[in-house]
């Protein structure tokens, strides 16, 4: 079988990611970092960089060690430290552009979050339609709110907080919860076809917009 090697984490898809997460909860960078940077000199160590983060976006968005390497790699400065407040800009982006009345025609970054679904063998992906359609139908008829229940389990108190994903354990009792039965072979096929991050979570806000 061929070896199945982890993808590279981009730290431009990181700070995409961020972004959302600090749109939606409403959290500003800057808050958790800058206590750290007490010469303002817009730097501060990578431990520093790695607890603002942590303080910051760990009840919101649980960052992996491979993304928070891939932002310090990315702003790394002379002196083995981190540029925390161009990190924090860039982020900011999703609220507004810093500097825009001296630069009148800059564009701000747009946040975009490449998603793949996995492909899947031709027999399996046979069955994921199937599934897909009897749910498209059965949501029609039932006029069934789908996404509500989800989108309760990715903000709840105890979830991993994963920004538009849910567990399989969740994504099962989403589906349970608005009457839609499916067995464990097709609950299995949609998670793996679902997978958007490739890391076992289930991405439900693809799934859902798939049954519209």
Known sequence: LPSSKPQAVSAEQVVAELQ?????????????????????????????????????????YAL??????????????????????????????????????????????????????VELPPAEMAVVDTVMERFANLIKQRSLELKPPMLDFERGQHSARMIDHITPSQFRQSLAIVGLDTTNAEIELLCKRFDTNRDGSVDYVLFTSALD
Not at 33 to 50: G, W, Y
Not at 67 to 94: C, H, M, P, T
């Open 64 to 117: 992996a060690e491979a993304q928070v390497s891939a932002l310090v790699s990315a702003y790394e400065a002379e002196g083995n430290l981190v540029r925390w407040k161009d990190f924090s800009d860039d982020v900011n982006e999703i609220f507004t552009s810093k500097g825009l009345e001296a630069r009148p025609l800059h564009v701000p970054k747009t946040v975009t979050i490449t998603r793949s679904l």
């Open 20 to 60: 959302v997460a600090a749109k939606r909860y409403g959290i500003r960078v800057e808050e958790f970092l800058q206590d750290f940077d007490r010469h303002r000199a817009r730097k501060i160590s990578p431990e520093h960089f790695r607890m603002g983060l942590l303080a910051g976006f760990d009840k919101r």
